[in-house]
């Protein structure tokens, strides 16, 4: 069969278009522009037109089209009068990922990346290479191909995780988000509520007994397992240590020792994404050293505390675009006793800088200098008055910390060069095209 991506070059999309590559199917597909992802899917011989035309679609069988895709894409307009099937990327996905056996799918506002590529970390370790479908990329890129079990990586955005019927889901936190779709933390928890009764009624719902409310998990029939630092969790962390970020923790599984776990990656979030390992990888009974093992060798994704090597300073980009993970990561930031620390945000999208406007004018407490970038529209035609200049002059007029207005990357290159010394920390921060800022850093 050929099948055609409409907008390949999405994380989710080219996980997907990997994966029907691997099966035997004959892949092609398109996007707006050439990047990393579409350069290694053409590396992989997936045939990749730039730009979209109802030519790049001749002779497909199938259209598969993100989320993202305008209904008066002519690629997706073509597939429709040519009685050409067309499927979203969520209907995709859970077809292939309910077809296996053992089917692991990870949710969550925050964290789901990170704990799907420890997942697949860990079940490598112990010798079980896993299919997994990770939004982000990890030393094995974003799909991961091998048997039992299936992992995936379960988006709450317009709700596309209920296509999927785990036998494990995992709910890591649930927060207000995404309200260009829901209408408020009702419906965004609402979402979840229907996640949790997607598990089979034979498997587990694996979710933070610290974070995610009761009233999201009475609908499941799943048997429910919680994990977390309080002690009423059948899993909880104890004994906490770190060293400038990097945290080592023992693990009480119904109240008695269970094992030591060691991170490599930074930040006290990650202890929630390994509690959640730890269960899911004990649910299946793997062995418990060997995946504390394979927890504290995985590296990380792209995007989460990545390292970018410079000459003048230290510079470290990470994919952080809500209030809570902007505040979890200066946590981090604070922990390796730089001298400044200065930031440099692009907020993701005009709804959420809406919704979540008065969150941001306070989350960047802790940081000496914030550098705000114009917002990055995403999927978005521009909201009247939200801008990231009246972000800044609200963050200045509260006081939390001092804000400065940047028209473009090359402005804020040169403002992070006059800034910055050899002992600051430049935090390069947002979910969209902000990495290219770094290129002008090295």
């Not at 407490?365 to 909201?383: C, D, H, Q, T, W």
Request: charged letters at 25%; glycine letters at 8%.
């Amino acid at each position: 069969m050929k099948i055609h991506f409409v907008g390949i070059g999405g994380i989710g999309m080219s996980a997907l278009a990997q994966h029907m590559a691997k099966k035997g199917h004959i892949i092609s597909g398109s996007d707006a522009v050439k990047s990393e992802v579409t350069d290694m899917l053409e590396s992989k011989g997936i045939k990749v037109f730039i730009g979209h035309s109802d030519k790049n679609v001749f002779g497909a069988d199938l259209c598969v089209a993100t989320s993202a895709a305008s209904v008066d894409n002519p690629e997706i307009l073509y597939c429709v009068q040519n009685k050409i099937g067309v499927l979203a990327r969520q209907e995709l996905l859970g077809k292939e990922f309910n077809a296996y056996k053992t089917r692991i799918a990870v949710s969550g506002t925050h964290g789901k990346t990170t704990t799907c590529g420890m997942l697949a970390a860990a079940f490598e370790n112990c010798g079980h290479m896993p299919t997994a479908f990770i939004g982000g990329m990890t030393k094995r890129g974003n799909y991961i191909e091998g048997g039992e079990p299936c992992i995936a990586e379960a988006c709450e955005y317009k709700a596309s995780f209920l296509t999927l019927r785990p036998t494990i889901g995992v709910i890591l936190n649930v927060e207000t988000d995404h309200l260009d779709y829901y209408k408020d933390l009702l419906g965004v928890e609402r979402a979840f509520s229907k996640f949790a009764s997607k598990v089979d009624k034979d498997g587990y719902l694996v979710y933070n007994g610290d974070q995610v409310p009761e009233h999201i998990l009475k609908i499941t029939k799943a048997k429910r397992i919680s994990y977390g630092f309080e002690n009423n969790n059948d899993y909880q962390a104890v004994n906490l240590k770190h060293k400038k970020g990097v945290y080592a923790f023992d693990v009480i599984r119904d109240g008695k020792y269970f094992y030591s776990v060691e991170l490599r990656i930074r930040g006290r979030h990650n202890i929630y994404n390994a509690l959640a390992t730890v269960v899911v990888c004990d649910l299946l009974n793997l062995d418990a050293s060997k995946c504390a093992e394979g927890i504290n060798l995985f590296e990380g994704v792209e995007r989460r505390w990545t390292v970018v090597e410079n000459e003048f300073t230290n510079v470290v980009l990470d994919y952080a675009h809500h209030p809570n993970e902007i505040r979890a990561l200066i946590e981090t930031a604070r922990q390796q006793g730089y001298e400044k620390i200065v930031m440099v945000f692009q907020p993701h999208t005009y709804s959420r800088t809406q919704t979540l406007f008065r969150d941001f004018v306070t989350c960047f407490k802790g940081v000496n200098e914030l550098i705000l970038l114009p917002i990055y529209a995403a999927r978005e035609l521009p909201i009247p008055g939200v801008t990231s200049e009246r972000l800044t002059r609200v963050i200045n007029e509260v006081g939390i910390t001092e804000a400065r207005f940047a028209k473009d990357f090359d402005d804020c290159a040169n403002i992070i060069k006059e800034r910055a010394g050899k002992d600051d920390l430049v935090l390069v921060v947002g979910a969209g095209d902000v990495n290219k800022l770094v290129n002008l850093l090295v």
